[in-house]
């Protein structure tokens, strides 16, 4: 069992994690008529799972999404992005309602 | 910081600059004058991503304005006043399916980043609102 510090630490990777996600997404949404343009991702809910599991350092990554091109080189799908912006909205509030909870449990630990 | 917010607005400003050159193009594709005289050349956007160093990107922005064709295409109509001697007509190329098709697609896109701005910001208050 995770001490706060610990679960506060873990929640704030998640949510920096979340934030970068959300701009992968951002980014690749607003170039999806660039021809040539290539939709990158970032993974971290892996790397989470293995550092939490055996020790170490979690790092979130940008990554290509590897997807099939069009004619035009582009592989952004505006379907898949909109579904990616819709769950990384979702979990991000998770993140944030965790922390609150973490923070008024070190609260109340402190004033007793 | 924001920076979703910020690229959602660097996709909004380039389908903004698209669909003003479509205005543009399809308001002037009839245009005829005399050949010899400067006939409207069509506008296209040319647009590439922001890169990042060390991150997903910052967006995307308008490169340049590419012209289409200055000579135009001619037109056989000897009755227009603006007829040269051969009774031709200088138009501009325009392809108006073309053009259209890029209103649909600068609109869809315009819409999805305009619906990105406002989960962003959504997202962005959320994260304001954690509190012990």
Redesign the interface.
């Known amino acids: 069992m995770a001490d706060a510090a610990e679960s506060i630490g873990i929640l704030q990777f998640s949510?920096d994690s979340l934030?970068?996600q959300?701009?992968?997404?951002?980014?690749?949404?607003?170039?999806?008529?660039?021809p040539g343009?290539q939709a990158?991702?970032?993974t971290f809910a892996s790397s989470l799972e293995a550092a939490m599991a055996n020790g170490g350092t979690a790092t979130a990554r940008?990554v290509p999404e590897g997807l099939s091109s069009a004619s035009d080189g582009n592989n952004v799908s505006?379907a898949t992005?909109?579904t990616l912006?819709?769950e990384?909205?979702l979990q991000?509030?998770t993140v944030?309602n965790a922390?609150?909870d973490q923070?008024?449990v070190?609260?109340d630990a402190i004033t007793g | 910081m924001f920076e979703a917010i910020d690229i959602a607005g660097s996709g909004i400003n380039v389908d903004q600059t698209w669909i003003d050159t479509i205005g543009g193009n399809v308001a002037n594709a009839n245009d005829g004058v005399t050949p010899g005289q400067p006939v409207y050349q069509a506008q296209y956007v040319d647009a590439a991503a922001v890169p990042e160093a060390n991150g997903p990107g910052l967006g995307v922005e308008v490169q340049s304005i590419e012209l289409g064709p200055a000579q135009g295409q001619m037109d056989y109509e000897p009755t227009n006043p603006k007829a040269d001697a051969q009774g031709e007509v200088a138009y501009p190329v325009v392809d108006l399916a073309q053009q259209m098709t890029g209103l649909i697609e600068s609109q869809s896109s315009y819409q999805a980043n305009a619906s990105v701005m406002g989960k962003a910001t959504s997202a962005y208050e959320s994260i304001l609102q954690i509190k012990a």
């Open positions: 949510l934030v970068q959300q701009q992968a997404i951002a980014n690749n949404i607003a170039n999806v008529n660039t343009y990158s991702q970032v940008t505006l992005e909109m912006m819709q990384n909205s991000s509030q944030d922390l609150s923070f008024t070190l609260s």
